[in-house]
């Protein structure tokens, strides 16, 4: 009898597990099974060019429904599963069907963190995470003329430049003491903070949200420093939590995300994991994490489809990721936590394009560029051949890029 393979979450990983295993020879059955009603699709453009209405669904499928159909790959939309039986290798939705596997992947991805304050739950107050969201954000822009965006990370600010480019006025609100904290340098920051500023985008940092009230027509944000902020709309961009529940509950390791091995498999064999739920080990930075990029699905995605192939081939990928805010183009390659000398190329105090480069210990570790697509190659190359470069001549900017490698 055919073997199958269910895949849970019609995601980025998911349309790459797929698509993988069959590019790999499996001849058995797959199944895609996802809670969204929509093909996988690219979430990065959510934030730009499907919430500025450059893009429509049609435009961010990853693939066309031909794709799969031609593959011999189900996809069953709007379907949620709701636990697993690991014994009987079956999974089972939430209207009590009942589906056999030989392999499973686990693709489930990340859901918005709420933001604890009341208020949350009024009409007009969005989060930003699928196509459902960012249409019905879309409906209320057209007919607004301001925004407040609580949370100041990428996801926030991009929607701020959306917003912007279509002529609202925006302010952001962000409880720590600067935008992108958690993610990059203090110059990063202070750079993203100018360009918003001088595109008209009102910043507002250590200003933490704690209610939302409806005022009339309009909505008022109360800040914990006693401001009151009224705008039409209110979008909430906080972060994002794993969805490891299905794992947890049927006694899969996890930590912050599911906990898999170099081949994307959990701590049950025949169940793999991959992209935004995952705790892998990275062996570029020594270290565990879980990523929140499309990058990381993807290479994770043909991991996993690779060692169900019998092909194995380890995970070992440089993180990598980028975000778009007005007419900068940032490329991050590499993790700079725990950095302790940053390097800038360019001019970040009153220009547009410039390079950061992070260093640990004389080492480099990571690298930001903006409007700078050959530094962002330079680095990416570098770490990813594991090759160090000099600090000294990386600071003189009359060195050129290549004469800087150690
Ligand atoms: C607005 C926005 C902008 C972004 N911009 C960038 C960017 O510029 N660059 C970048 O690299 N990354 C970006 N990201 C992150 C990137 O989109 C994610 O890293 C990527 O989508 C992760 O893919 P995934 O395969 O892990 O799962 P996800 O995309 O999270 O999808 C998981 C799917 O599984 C479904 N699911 C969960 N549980 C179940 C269940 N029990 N049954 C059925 N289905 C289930 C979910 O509903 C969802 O459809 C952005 C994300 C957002 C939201």
Not at 183 to 188: I, K, N, Q, R, W
Request: proline share 4%.
């Amino acid at each position: 009898m055919s073997k199958s393979v269910i895949i849970v979450g019609a995601s980025h990983a998911a349309a790459q597990t797929c698509v993988s295993l069959r590019q790999g020879g499996w001849d058995g059955k797959i199944t895609v099974i996802g809670d969204e009603a929509v093909l996988p699709y690219h979430r990065p453009p959510l934030s730009k060019d499907f919430l500025s209405g450059r893009k429509e669904i049609d435009d961010i499928l990853i693939r066309p429904a031909e794709a799969y159909a031609s593959a011999n790959i189900e996809m069953r939309l709007g379907v949620r599963i709701a636990s697993i039986d690991r014994e009987a290798k079956t999974v089972t939705t939430t209207e009590a069907e009942v589906l056999a596997f030989d392999k499973l992947v686990l693709t489930t991805g990340a859901r918005i963190r709420r933001l604890p304050v009341s208020g949350q739950n009024l009409e007009n107050v969005f989060y930003l995470r699928d196509t459902a969201d960012v249409l019905a954000i879309k409906a209320k822009a057209e007919v607004s003329t301001s925004a407040v965006i609580i949370g100041g990370g990428y996801i926030g600010l991009e929607t701020a430049a959306s917003l912007r480019k279509q002529g609202l006025e925006v302010t952001v609100l962000e409880a720590m003491p600067r935008i992108l904290q958690r993610v990059t340098a203090p110059e990063l920051s202070s750079f993203y903070k100018r360009i918003h500023t001088e595109e008209g985008v009102r910043i507002l940092e250590n200003v933490a949200a704690s209610e939302i009230q409806k005022i009339g027509d309009q909505l008022s944000v109360l800040t914990k420093c006693e401001q009151s902020l009224n705008a039409d709309m209110v979008i909430i961009g906080i972060g994002v939590i794993p969805n490891i529940e299905l794992a947890k509950e049927a006694g899969l390791s996890v930590e912050n995300g599911i906990e898999v091995n170099e081949f994307c498999q959990t701590s049950d064999p025949d169940i793999y994991a991959a992209g935004d739920v995952t705790w892998h080990y990275n062996p570029i930075y020594d270290t565990h994490i879980r990523l929140e990029s499309v990058p990381n699905a993807t290479e994770q995605g043909k991991t996993a489809a690779a060692h169900i192939n019998g092909k194995p081939k380890p995970y070992n990928s440089l993180p990598w990721f980028w975000s778009d805010q007005f007419d900068l183009k940032l490329q991050i390659a590499g993790l700079s936590t725990g950095y302790d000398d940053v390097v800038i190329r360019g001019d970040i105090e009153t220009g547009r394009s410039f390079a950061a480069f992070y260093f640990k210990a004389d080492r480099f570790i990571a690298v930001d560029a903006v409007n700078a697509p050959r530094d962002f190659m330079f680095g990416k190359m570098s770490l990813t051949k594991g090759a160090n470069i000099d600090k000294v001549k990386l600071a003189d900017g009359n060195t050129a890029l290549k004469d800087t490698k150690v």
